[in-house]
């Protein structure tokens, strides 16, 4: 991929994670933090855990490779076979999955809110959300079979070096979930009661319609002719099959966390689901612009680096990776910490969003933000295995993580009796343990990669985030004392200039300690705006 397309998926990623944010925004002014909002959210963790799964990662990845080998090595012809197979496969495959899933909703349902019927949770159960709940996931379950079909488009297109529309397609699924669930809300319930969420899950297949649909004219462009294929008894589907096995292994583990963790939600208390879903998409942000980022770059040197066996351009590369994450995160952190209930205050608090929502949210936010740096570590540092060909050992800790994350909230919410935030918590020391394991066995299979470095380099940082620190507790003293009393306007303004001055004494002060990785960064951010 050249350093344009590079740069057109980095800003249609960033623009789809901005829309997600609004999105959130707008169930936040809404529905605020209530029970019915959990009862979406509990509801969409099942389709969406099947895309994670099976769709936009694992099929997407093993069709691509498989359909570019065969369109260099048997032409066009072959290769458009091959995506009508799998296009007919996926089709038929997905309905059924689809089918099957309306008609055992039920028993999902009773799975996912079994905690809160434990005699020790502090949730009861109400009849009402259950019956809500699965009326939601029956409505939303054709979105897999959309999503997955709108993955092997976006296959076809990135393997004939079209980018732009497939990674623009996400916004798509952003742009139709809100306009056409908050139109279909309005009429189902123009008094935004629970039934108008009915709406917003009717809005997620909307959404998954438009992401596949505006792919089709840069498909049909490209030469592409759907015609149905039921032979599947063919090299190249059980390759893109046995591809997609490990991947899916891979995925199920982040992804069963993820479910864990809102059953857990949903049996802590009414609210506690949203609550941590607002946090997690505030949090999402910096991992996406910055963890990410710097693991697109250094993942194509890294693979280079170890084609035959780990050379000396790899140790430098994933070092300088891992210290220009800590540079670019820690700051996140730092502000997510202290200014958590203005960030909240002013992105949420309109609406149903209320003064509660905006500090539940706030706690939860400052707990996923202790193991930011680590989570953004684990982006770069995870792609380095499947680099040396040492594609399991991450798939083995983050089954490892996935038991402790469990254990973790169950001695927090069933022992402890902590609330929502203990589970935003359990999320960053999972992260931190699973980052610890994985540098330490890196260290073993590649040697030493930077250790004292990157701690001098923390020392360093923690010295310039302690002078941002300030700059944040004088504007929470003295400014953000009570969000509320606030005018939207002066709450925004407020927030823009304390971060602006704090990510400048930041950056000044990282400079002035000589650190190298603030000029990378400028650099970075140059040849970005160049390009």
């Given at each position: ?40 959210y ?6 969406n ?21 065969k ?16 296009m007919t ?6 309905s ?31 009849p ?67 039934q ?11 959404g ?15 030469g592409?002719?759907?015609?149905a ?9 059980r ?34 689901v ?20 710097v ?5 194509p ?12 351009d ?24 202290l ?26 936010l400052r ?7 680590c989570y953004?570590?684990?982006?770069v ?17 983050s ?8 254990c ?17 918590l359990?999320?960053?020391i ?26 001098t ?10 002078a941002?620190?300030?700059v ?6 003295f ?11 002066l ?26 990785e603030a ?13």
């Amino acid at each position: 991929m050249s350093a344009k397309a590079t740069w057109k998926v980095s800003a249609a990623v960033m623009a789809s994670r901005v829309l997600g944010l609004l999105r959130e925004m707008m169930f936040a002014g809404l529905f605020g933090g209530s029970r019915w909002m959990d009862c979406f959210y509990l509801a969409f963790k099942v389709p969406n855990l099947l895309r994670d799964l099976f769709a936009e990662g694992a099929l997407s990845q093993a069709f691509v490779t498989t359909f570019s080998k065969k369109l260099k090595a048997d032409g066009e012809e072959s290769a458009w076979a091959l995506a009508n197979k799998m296009m007919t496969l996926a089709a038929v495959f997905m309905s059924l999955v689809t089918l099957l899933g309306i008609l055992i909703a039920p028993w999902i349902v009773d799975f996912l809110t079994s905690l809160s019927r434990e005699g020790s949770s502090p949730r009861t159960y109400n009849p009402e959300e259950i019956a809500l709940t699965i009326t939601m996931v029956r409505v939303m379950y054709p979105f897999i079979l959309l999503v997955s079909l709108a993955a092997l488009v976006m296959g076809m297109l990135n393997a004939r070096n079209v980018f732009g529309m497939p990674a623009l397609s996400s916004c798509f699924f952003n742009l139709g979930s809100m306009i056409g669930g908050a139109a279909l809300g309005w009429w189902m319930d123009p008094a935004w009661g629970p039934q108008s969420l009915v709406g917003f899950a009717m809005g997620v297949v909307i959404g998954g319609l438009a992401q596949l649909m505006c792919q089709f004219p840069a498909l049909r462009r490209v030469g592409y002719r759907f015609v149905a294929d039921f032979q599947w008894r063919d090299s190249g589907v059980r390759q893109i099959l046995k591809l997609m096995g490990p991947a899916v292994i891979a995925a199920s583990v982040v992804q069963i966390n993820v479910v864990v963790n809102a059953m857990f939600a949903y049996g802590v208390g009414e609210g506690a689901v949203s609550w941590l879903s607002y946090a997690f998409r505030l949090m999402q942000l910096p991992i996406g612009v910055f963890g990410v980022a710097v693991a697109t770059v250094t993942l194509p040197v890294l693979s280079r680096a170890a084609v035959s066996g780990i050379g000396p351009d790899f140790k430098p590369t994933l070092a300088k990776g891992l210290r220009l994450v800590a540079f670019l995160v820690l700051p996140s952190t730092i502000g997510l910490a202290l200014l958590a209930e203005p960030i909240v205050s002013v992105l949420y608090e309109r609406g149903a969003f209320d003064a509660v929502d905006r500090a539940q949210t706030a706690v939860a936010l400052r707990a996923y933000g202790y193991g930011l740096v680590c989570y953004a570590w684990l982006k770069v540092l995870q792609p380095a295995f499947y680099a040396i060909e040492k594609r399991w050992l991450p798939m083995v800790v983050s089954i490892f993580a996935l038991g402790l994350n469990l254990c973790c909230n169950w001695f927090f919410v069933f022992v402890m009796r902590w609330g929502h935030e203990s589970l935003a918590l359990t999320t960053s020391i999972s992260a931190t343990f699973n980052f610890l394991i994985l540098f330490i066995a890196m260290r073993k299979f590649a040697g030493d990669i930077g250790t004292v470095d990157l701690l001098t380099l923390l020392m360093k940082l923690a010295l310039a985030g302690t002078a941002m620190a300030g700059v944040c507790v004088a504007a929470n003293r003295f400014f953000f004392m009570d969000p509320a009393h606030l005018s939207f306007g002066l709450r925004a303004v407020g927030l823009v200039v304390t971060v602006g001055v704090a990510a400048l004494i930041y950056f000044a002060a990282a400079r002035l300690l000589k650190v190298s990785e603030a000029k990378d960064a400028l650099e970075m951010v140059m040849r970005r705006m160049r390009g």
